[in-house]
């Protein structure tokens, strides 16, 4: 099983760009889809992009379209979020999460294993 860890989160102006990152332990890690879910205070975990584990597919939540792009690097062991034209209300905690499929899954309860996450502060 693979363990996950966040990273580059942090307070960006609206209209800037962060690349988050998610870095995978363990040696099969092109057979885990993984996603990007977020969470806003107050608010449940919303799905963000998900990715498979070739990384030829990808699915986005209608609200980062456009904007978002995730990617990864399976020799690297990796995965990214590329987040552009930020708005105020991307705002949250981004977390990054796997299982091991041929299936892209966009619900937070599939997926087994969770990072720690990395906020995200975007401001007006």
């Known amino acids: 099983q693979v363990q996950l860890v966040e990273s580059g989160g942090g307070l960006v102006q609206a209209g800037g760009s962060l690349r988050l990152s998610c870095a995978a332990s363990?040696?099969?890690?092109?057979?885990?889809?993984v996603g990007w879910f977020r969470q806003a205070p107050g608010k449940e975990r919303e799905f963000v992009a998900a990715?498979?584990?070739?990384?030829?597919?990808?699915t986005y939540a209608d609200s980062v379209k456009g904007r978002f792009t995730i990617s990864r690097d399976n020799a690297k062991n990796m995965v990214y979020l590329q987040m552009n034209s930020l708005k105020p209300e991307d705002t949250a905690v981004y977390y990054c999460?796997?299982?091991?499929?041929?299936?892209?899954?966009?619900?937070?309860?599939?997926?087994?294993?969770w990072g720690q996450g990395t906020q995200v502060t975007v401001s007006s």
């Open positions: 999460a796997a299982r091991p499929s041929t299936v892209l899954f966009t619900t937070a309860s599939d997926y087994h294993t």
């Open positions: 363990g040696r099969t890690f092109s057979v885990y889809i």
């Open positions: 990715i498979s584990g070739s990384g030829m597919t990808t």
